[in-house]
């Protein structure tokens, strides 16, 4: 399950618990033998180096958190000098909170599945140039750069992008097959609109088959402004442009197509995914003919049901943007310095050809690197899975996820407003100026 498909639902603080990273062990002492002899001292072989023992925090379980200690033990068995420990957190918030209390003290993991830009510029986090710099076989220009980017404060690289993820769309292939629709021929929202249209079904005005399903949130929508030019903020970041012609436009027609049109409809509420798994089963139980999901669907989905297509773009703009997001991993600068080479080599190695693309296989996220799609292991599994592209195709050309400046104050007031365009049926001009008002005046209490 992705855990970033509704960020601003992770918002529970964990109870603190400080894990101690594990140092480098000291070399055995060598005791030279006493006596008289004859024959002439044999001198004892040089002492080898205990390998650096370091503790690697993430917040994954389930199948992604043996994938993570399969591919940690792999590193473990291909080389004498670092032994990674995993240390298993509940989820990406929960690291990052023990993190925090980790960072107090003194006492810090050596790597860390986590990224945090203001504790990378307080300097919490270590600039990792220096130690890219000494490794031959880094090759930055093979990462995603829009992930790789994601990782750079003020011009130094402080995280390591790990996978990605990006929203796709999912669709029947026989209710695409029924109307006649050929998926590879929808490039524009306006397409999908026609298809979704095409392939609704009303019974007496109520819908009983819903061309298309939306997932609840303001991100479809965001992505979909993305695509049409529109931005959350003025170039200068002074200004909050949610209110401008793309957005009010963009989200005022997924209001159309839920409210007026009904060929579409989102699921809402409900205990922590349920939202989500609604639209899955609305799709893959024959109640709907698409929807809009994560990569990390993947492996909820039955591809013998279902297949894969990228987020469109606009009629007369261009290719859809949307945006991807990279998990990253960090190195805390309180780590010792054996303990940050160590971190370097272990997240270069997961970041690697075949080991992202082995990632990529076992979870549906997004490879870091474009050379994942030359891994033979890749190239076998998505002859026969080609769904598996679909995210990192999109990611070539995707939009990096919005840093709100405001702590979130921006992002929640575009979350009620998509609630209100979603759910209440409000028209987009009256939701996203209320918004825009909120948002600008959180924006400009940091003048």
């Known amino acids: 399950m992705n855990v970033l498909k509704r960020l601003s639902a992770v918002s529970m603080i964990a109870g603190f618990t400080v894990l101690t990273a594990c140092g480098g062990n000291s070399a055995p002492d060598v005791t030279e033998a006493g006596g008289a002899s004859s024959a002439p001292a044999v001198e004892a072989p040089p002492a080898q180096s205990a390998p650096v023992t370091i503790e690697f925090w993430y917040g994954l379980g389930g199948k992604l958190g043996e994938n993570m200690e399969s591919l940690i033990q792999k590193f473990n068995a291909s080389q004498q000098e ?6 298993v957190q509940a989820d990406y918030t929960e690291t990052e909170q023990k993190l925090q209390a980790a960072i107090a003290t003194g006492q810090v993991p050596a790597a860390v599945l986590s990224s945090n830009v203001d504790w990378a510029r307080k300097g919490y986090f270590a600039s990792m140039d220096e130690l890219i710099a000494q490794l031959p076989d880094f090759n930055k220009e093979d990462f995603v ?7 750079q404060v003020d011009g130094k690289q402080y995280f390591l992008p790990m996978y990605g993820t990006t929203q796709i769309m999912y669709y029947r292939k026989d209710a695409f097959e029924k109307s006649g629709i050929d998926a590879s021929q929808i490039k524009t929202w306006e397409d999908l609109a026609a298809a979704a249209e ?9 819908t009983t088959f819903f061309g298309w399903e939306p997932m609840w949130g303001s991100g479809n929508m965001i992505d979909a ?3 049409k030019g529109g931005s959350i903020l003025s170039a200068d970041g002074t200004t909050v442009t949610i209110d401008s012609p793309e ?3 963009t989200w005022d027609l997924f209001r159309k197509w839920i409210h007026e049109d009904k060929t579409m409809r989102i699921h809402s509420g409900g205990q922590g995914w349920e939202y989500w798994y609604k639209t899955i089963d609305d799709v893959m139980k024959g109640q709907a003919a698409g929807y809009i999901g994560s990569s990390g669907d993947q492996g909820d989905l039955d591809f013998s049901i279902v297949s894969a ?3 469109p773009g606009w009629a007369g703009v261009g290719e859809g943007k ?3 997001q990279a998990i990253m991993a960090g190195i805390p600068a309180k780590a010792g310095d054996a303990e940050k080479q160590a971190a370097i080599k272990w997240l270069t190695y997961f970041t690697n050809s075949e080991n992202t693309a082995f990632w990529s296989i076992n979870t549906g996220y997004i490879s870091v690197r474009q050379s994942a799609l030359e891994d033979p ?9 080609p769904q598996i592209k679909i995210p990192l195709m999109q990611a070539a050309h995707a939009s990096a996820p919005f840093q709100d400046p405001t702590g979130g104050k921006i992002n929640d007031a575009l979350t009620i407003a998509a609630d209100k365009v979603q759910i209440e049926n409000i028209p987009a001009a009256e939701a996203l100026k209320e918004a825009q008002q909120t948002a600008q005046a959180a924006l400009d209490k940091l003048k």
Not at 82 to 87: C, E, H, T, Y
Not at 145 to 151: H, I, V
Not at 377 to 385: C, G, L, P, R
Request: aromatic letters at 10%; zero cysteines.
């Open 145 to 151: 750069q829009t992930f790789l980017s994601q990782g």
């Open 225 to 227: 402004v993305l695509g």
């Open 309 to 311: 297509m990228e987020q």
């Open 247 to 249: 957005w009010t436009g």
């Open 322 to 324: 949307p945006v991807a």
């Open 377 to 385: 292991a890749f190239i076998s599994f998505s002859e026969t899975n």
């Open 82 to 87: 670092v032994i990674v420990k995993g240390i």
């Open 198 to 206: 095409k392939m609704t079904v009303k019974d007496g005005g109520k």
